[in-house]
């Protein structure tokens, strides 16, 4: 069964500090990826996607992840976090096809402290 | 343009009662997607819908999970004879198509006493 999994389940930060969080994905044929990122009491938000070209992403919020095929992998990384950064974030996957259906990592909680 | 509405975003049920959830998509999205959040895991794929129809329900228990979404109305996700493993937070999503354009709503979260 294709699977996300997320290797940190809670960071915490000091404003300033560099972010990266991993995320890696099963599925071994055509894959689309994504980050969201949920703050508190809020919806989830997406930061950025992967379909295809580039695998360097850029997002919104000065967020960024690299797509490496041969690693399975799309890390998140922001090279200087503020405390607005404190938040959930979720790596997601759909491998199958264009159904709308994504899998979900389990979730990393950041805490950025001022 | 409002976003993606789920109310209530708390319930609170006893044990053998019903739950019924609902979810009001953007204007003019007429893809509704429900994922559950249980305590400490990510969110679970339940169910997809169109307008009138159920598209991949792969992900929803075979027993008491219920899903709709009418041509007129919210989308409605109906849990019969709660227990107190159904406690988790209920996502809907929606589209205006199949390109991931996904908008969520702010949830429900279900509390089964």
């Known amino acids: 069964a294709q699977s996300v999994s997320q290797h940190n389940h809670h960071v915490i930060l000091s404003e300033a500090a560099s972010l990266e969080l991993g995320c890696n994905y099963s599925?071994?044929?055509?894959?689309?990826l994504f980050w969201y990122v949920q703050y508190p009491g809020q919806h989830l938000q997406l930061l950025l996607k992967?379909?295809?070209?580039?695998?360097l992403v850029k997002g919104i919020k000065g967020f960024e992840a690299e797509f490496i095929k041969s690693k399975f992998s799309f890390n998140l990384r922001k090279p200087s976090v503020q405390w607005s950064d404190t938040a959930e974030y979720f790596c997601?996957?759909?491998?199958?096809?264009?159904?709308?259906?994504?899998?979900f990592g389990q979730g990393t909680t950041l805490q950025v402290k001022p | 343009n409002a976003g993606v509405m789920q109310n209530p975003r708390h319930l609170v049920r006893r044990r053998g009662q019903e739950a019924r959830l609902r979810c009001s998509p953007m204007?003019?999205?007429?893809?509704v997607y429900w994922y559950r959040q249980l305590p400490e895991e990510g969110l679970k794929f339940m169910v997809y819908?169109?307008?009138?129809?159920?598209?991949?329900e792969s992900g929803m228990p075979k027993e008491r999970f219920s899903a709709e979404f009418p041509k007129e109305g919210p989308s409605i996700l109906r849990i019969q004879q709660v227990v107190r493993g159904d406690s988790a937070a209920y996502f809907c999503?929606?589209?205006?198509?199949?390109?991931?354009?996904?908008?969520f709503g702010s949830g429900t979260r279900l509390t089964v006493v």
């Open positions: 204007k003019g999205h007429s893809h």
């Open positions: 599925y071994g044929g055509t894959v689309n």
């Open positions: 997601a996957s759909d491998g199958s096809g264009n159904t709308g259906k994504l899998i």
């Open positions: 819908l169109q307008k009138e129809n159920i598209i991949d």
């Open positions: 992967y379909f295809s070209g580039d695998p």
């Open positions: 999503a929606s589209s205006p198509d199949q390109n991931y354009g996904y908008t």
